[in-house]
């Protein structure tokens, strides 16, 4: 049964850091690429950041380049995202999110994680 925990989100000042992490169980975690999404108030939800299996490429949402990072430890089978520079805009649950392949690909989601940027 694969099964994503998001944890580290809270409250925080404009400038401030977080560092989410993400355990992950019940697959072949070393072998997919793993995502990072957020879903502000009212808002669709969005890609924040997406790490290869190997945690060789990154990629990034244009609005968190050069702010966020994305990482990966394949031994502990977890990944985290680094937010730095925080913004209010940066405010919204955020979620790890796998796709796995079995027999078809399936779409995993934890439960979030709520962020929130303000004075």
């Known amino acids: 049964q694969v099964q994503l925990v998001e944890s580290g989100g809270g409250l925080v000042q404009p400038g401030g850091s977080l560092r989410l992490s993400c355990a992950a169980s019940?697959?072949?975690?070393?072998?997919?690429?793993m995502s990072w999404y957020r879903q502000a108030p009212g808002k669709e939800r969005e890609l924040v950041a997406t790490i290869t299996a190997a945690g060789v490429g990154v990629n990034y949402a244009d609005s968190v380049k050069g702010r966020f990072t994305i990482s990966r430890d394949n031994a502990k089978q977890s990944v985290h995202l680094q937010m730095n520079s925080l913004k209010p805009e940066d405010t919204a649950v955020y979620y790890c999110?796998?796709?796995?392949?079995?027999?078809?690909?399936?779409?995993?989601w934890g439960q979030g994680t709520q962020v929130t940027v303000s004075s």
């Open positions: 019940g697959f072949a975690f070393g072998t997919y690429a």
């Open positions: 999110y796998v796709a796995v392949y079995r027999i078809g690909w399936r779409e995993y």
